[in-house]
């Protein structure tokens, strides 16, 4: 199984709204990572977990909260967004410490803040 | 700091035909990975193919192949007898094989489109 599961695959919210992003894969790994995505751009790092603690934060606006419960789940909470956080948002996942070093990519899920 | 340099922002290719995709980066590390990453209109982002920076031979997998030339620092992808669904954008990444390093550098991609 090579899968990361991504849900809602869509959502559209106010920027008064309160909402999550939920990310979940089986593989095992113990990394997980939360990314942005503008159209035609390459994915911008926002956060990782390495052993459900948060190893890298890029000065990302507090707006965003992720968690990461267990190793197998990851969430990215959403508050008081603004329309240009309008954008794909992709988890991923990936085995440290074993040599191999790829991502694996969930779906992602389309954000629109209005 | 590593950077990774996908200096064509697009290219076409008839089916069939041969293309490359070209990727440099700069670094000052002698371990590392490097990746191609696809992802379609749309779809899912794939790994298409990786290369370990202490291997000499070039990875392969079946019509994708790369060019790894470690002393220049270029990682360029070769689709062979290319398909309507290698029509996508290409991301060249690169990853650090320091222990407790978990970025990935991607480059800023190539959109691929495959001519009929």
């Known amino acids: 199984d090579t899968e990361v599961t991504q849900t809602p695959k869509h959502l559209v919210m106010g920027m008064t709204n309160k909402k999550s992003l939920k990310c979940e894969q089986h593989?095992?790994?113990?990394?997980m990572y939360w990314y942005k995505q503008k159209a035609k751009k390459p994915p911008e790092l926002m956060f990782v977990y390495s052993y459900e603690k948060l190893s890298i934060n890029e000065s990302v606006p507090s707006r965003f909260s992720p968690e990461c419960p267990n190793s197998s789940l990851l969430n990215l909470h959403l508050h008081a967004l603004q329309p240009e956080d309008s954008a794909l948002y992709l988890c991923?996942?990936?085995?440290?410490?074993?040599?191999?070093?790829?991502?694996?990519f969930g779906p992602g899920t389309r954000l629109t803040v209005t | 700091a590593q950077t990774v340099t996908q200096s064509q922002p697009e290219m076409s290719v008839q089916e069939a035909e041969t293309v490359t995709l070209s990727c440099t980066y700069d670094t000052s590390e002698s371990d590392y990975y490097l990746f191609w990453y696809k992802q379609p209109p749309s779809r899912q982002m794939i790994l298409v193919i990786r290369?370990?920076?202490?291997?000499?031979q070039n990875a392969t997998e079946n019509r994708f192949s790369v060019n790894f030339q470690k002393a220049a620092k270029s990682f360029s992808l070769k689709i062979s007898d290319s398909q309507l669904g290698d029509a996508a954008m290409y991301f060249c990444?690169?990853?650090?094989?320091?222990?407790?390093?978990?970025?990935?550098?991607f480059g800023t991609g190539t959109r691929l489109k495959v001519l009929a």
């Open positions: 290369q370990e920076a202490y291997k000499q």
């Open positions: 991923a996942s990936s085995r440290p410490g074993t040599g191999r070093y790829e991502q694996y």
């Open positions: 990444a690169y990853r650090s094989a320091v222990p407790g390093t978990y970025k990935y550098i």
């Open positions: 593989m095992g790994h113990r990394a």
